[in-house]
């Protein structure tokens, strides 16, 4: 039985980054605030709470005074960090340096639009954590589309400025640059910046090869992860033997059956340390001592 751990598979690295610096400052003893799931996966989670990390909600960090509170990779809008000088809360800032280039970039084109008459454009997820920080530089003003087919409510009329949020996939966003480029008004202007994380873009035909080459596939993830759910499915696309799970307690036993090779994988939330829990669990169910 050949039983393998994807090696593209596991933290990015903005991802790798604020873990590092959660764990720095907590080795100081100090009392350290996360605002929101310094990853989406819940067993790190409790691992760094273990440690001293407490994760909040932005109410609560709204009433804090004087704490030290770590802004994880996803980064966040203006407002969080005026209310930081207002309140004398010191910033750990993790923000994933990808991520606030682009947030950078829209604020930009945001200001210098000072009558505001283009539309600034984010392909991504409502209501997501990094998608609330890059609405945040417009002031609340840009407009995100979920997928391809809500391109239509946009009015091609007026001027059009497209990103993307960082983990979104390729394909999705070449569709809607075509779709504007066939429909903008020639009164009106489009520019777009191909703003997709090609580290995370380049995992999606590597896991495709990484599932194809075993009988079974075993996507270790957080429920809450966005690019889990894209990566999963890239899995599912060339091998219909795939299963997502969160914990090795989750692996099914009559899942192993007929098969002589087994791959484990996982997010850019995804730690190594749980796909190796999974790969002894599934050693200990078929009875193995590698």
């Given at each position: 039985?050949?039983?393998?751990?994807?090696?593209?598979?596991?933290?990015?690295?903005?991802?790798?980054?604020?873990?590092?610096?959660?764990?720095?400052?907590?080795?100081?003893?100090?009392?350290?605030?996360?605002?929101?799931?310094?990853?989406?996966?819940?067993?790190?989670?409790?691992?760094?709470?273990?440690?001293?990390?407490?994760?909040?909600?932005?109410?609560?960090?709204?009433?804090?005074?004087?704490?030290?509170?770590?802004?994880?990779?996803?980064?966040?809008?203006?407002?969080?960090?005026?209310?930081?000088?207002?309140?004398?809360?010191?910033?750990?800032?993790?923000?994933?340096?990808?991520?606030?280039h682009l947030q950078e970039r829209i604020r930009r084109e945001y200001i210098t639009d000072t009558e505001h008459r283009k539309q600034i454009v984010i392909f991504g997820k409502?209501?997501?954590?990094?998608?609330?920080?890059?609405?945040?530089?417009?002031?609340?003003?840009?407009?995100?589309?979920?997928?391809?087919?809500?391109?239509?409510?946009?009015?091609?009329?007026?001027?059009?400025?497209?990103?993307?949020?960082?983990?979104?996939?390729?394909?999705?966003?070449?569709?809607?640059?075509?779709?504007?480029?066939?429909?903008?008004?020639?009164?009106?202007?489009?520019?777009?910046?191909?703003?997709?994380?090609?580290?995370?873009?380049?995992?999606?035909?590597?896991?495709?090869?990484?599932?194809?080459?075993?009988?079974?596939?075993?996507?270790?993830?957080?429920?809450?992860?966005?690019?889990?759910?894209?990566?999963?499915?890239?899995?599912?696309?060339?091998?219909?033997?795939?299963?997502?799970?969160?914990?090795?307690?989750?692996?099914?036993?009559?899942?192993?059956?007929?098969?002589?090779?087994?791959?484990?994988?996982?997010?850019?939330?995804?730690?190594?340390?749980?796909?190796?829990?999974?790969?002894?669990?599934?050693?200990?169910?078929?009875?193995?001592?590698?």
């Amino acid at each position: 039985m050949v039983i393998e751990i994807d090696e593209g598979s596991g933290f990015c690295f903005g991802v790798t980054r604020a873990i590092g610096k959660a764990e720095e400052e907590l080795s100081n003893g100090k009392k350290l605030y996360c605002l929101g799931d310094i990853v989406h996966n819940g067993k790190e989670c409790n691992r760094l709470q273990q440690l001293g990390l407490e994760t909040i909600d932005h109410d609560t960090y709204n009433a804090l005074h004087d704490a030290n509170v770590l802004l994880r990779a996803h980064g966040e809008p203006p407002s969080t960090y005026r209310k930081a000088q207002e309140n004398d809360i010191h910033i750990i800032d993790a923000t994933c340096p990808v991520v606030l280039h682009l947030q950078e970039r829209i604020r930009r084109e945001y200001i210098t639009d000072t009558e505001h008459r283009k539309q600034i454009v984010i392909f991504g997820k409502n209501g997501h954590a990094e998608v609330l920080g890059l609405v945040g530089q417009t002031d609340g003003t840009a407009i995100v589309i979920e997928s391809p087919e809500e391109v239509e409510r946009l009015d091609f009329t007026r001027d059009i400025c497209l990103y993307s949020q960082t983990t979104k996939s390729l394909e999705g966003f070449r569709t809607i640059v075509e779709y504007i480029r066939g429909h903008i008004s020639p009164d009106a202007t489009f520019k777009y910046a191909d703003t997709i994380c090609r580290q995370v873009a380049n995992r999606m035909p590597h896991i495709q090869e990484f599932a194809s080459r075993h009988d079974v596939i075993f996507f270790v993830c957080g429920k809450k992860s966005s690019n889990g759910r894209v990566l999963f499915s890239q899995c599912l696309d060339v091998n219909p033997r795939s299963y997502m799970i969160d914990t090795a307690g989750e692996i099914d036993p009559d899942r192993l059956r007929n098969c002589v090779s087994i791959g484990i994988c996982g997010a850019t939330s995804t730690p190594k340390w749980l796909m190796e829990e999974c790969k002894v669990r599934i050693q200990e169910l078929l009875g193995s001592h590698e």
